[in-house]
């Protein structure tokens, strides 16, 4: 599984899981700081990538209809770096990237 951090969650996790041979791309990486919600899916999808994110904007823009090679969601008690780190590497064990198309999973 490929992951794209937005530039809401922390760096630490983008190192934690990069230590652990799982690819990773952050806002920074991808040139995206400043750019809207669209261009980070529009990324995302076209590098076939979740996003990990913490921002809502970005399950309205999935509920308009517009594809996406899934979301991960760290709702406003997700607050544990670990926890963060250790919710996505059982992601990536568990799940085929196929099975995250247009899929929305809520830590």
């Given at each position: 599984?490929?992951?794209?951090?937005?530039?809401h969650i922390n760096?630490?996790?983008?190192?934690?899981?990069?230590?652990?041979g799982i690819?990773?791309?952050?806002?920074r990486d991808?040139?995206l700081g400043g750019?809207?919600?669209?261009?980070?899916i529009t990324y995302a999808?076209?590098?076939?990538r979740v996003?990990?994110?913490?921002d809502?904007?970005?399950l309205?823009i999935?509920?308009?209809?517009?594809p996406?090679a899934?979301?991960?969601?760290?709702?406003?008690?997700?607050?544990?770096?670990r926890?963060?780190?250790?919710?996505?590497?059982?992601?990536?064990?568990c799940?085929?990237?196929s099975?995250?198309?247009n899929?929305?999973?809520?830590?």
């Amino acid at each position: 599984m490929k992951f794209h951090l937005d530039e809401h969650i922390n760096p630490a996790v983008a190192e934690a899981l990069t230590r652990r041979g799982i690819d990773v791309t952050t806002t920074r990486d991808a040139r995206l700081g400043g750019k809207p919600d669209l261009a980070h899916i529009t990324y995302a999808r076209k590098n076939k990538r979740v996003i990990v994110t913490s921002d809502s904007d970005f399950l309205a823009i999935a509920a308009s209809g517009v594809p996406h090679a899934g979301i991960v969601f760290c709702g406003p008690h997700c607050k544990s770096i670990r926890n963060i780190i250790e919710s996505l590497l059982l992601i990536d064990a568990c799940l085929d990237p196929s099975a995250m198309q247009n899929h929305i999973e809520y830590l």
